[in-house]
């Protein structure tokens, strides 16, 4: 089983992450992008990665908006480094289409 990060592990990794907000339960964070292609081409860029990390977000879409929740649910649903990593992958892709 993985382990849970504690809150100041929490907050010490969303130092470094711009825009993501969270506690112990969830990192959350919704990107924007110019229109509804940007959007769509953020997700599909980010989705091999994602897929060969086996470690899936809960996103959304609604037009311009990509809103993502990162757990892990082999961890009682509690943060993980699996879900900061996550979170860096995903700016990182993000960055590339801004």
Known sequence: MLNALTAQEIAAA??????????????????????????????????????????????????NRVSVTLRTHDAGNKVTELDVTLARLLDLCASALV
């Open 14 to 63: 969303l130092s470094t992450l711009p825009g993501w907000s969270g506690n112990t339960s969830s990192l959350t964070r919704t990107y924007s992008f110019a229109d509804f292609k940007v959007a769509m081409a953020f997700m599909h860029q980010a989705a091999p990665a994602i897929d060969a990390s086996n470690h899936h977000p809960e996103w959304s879409n609604v037009y």
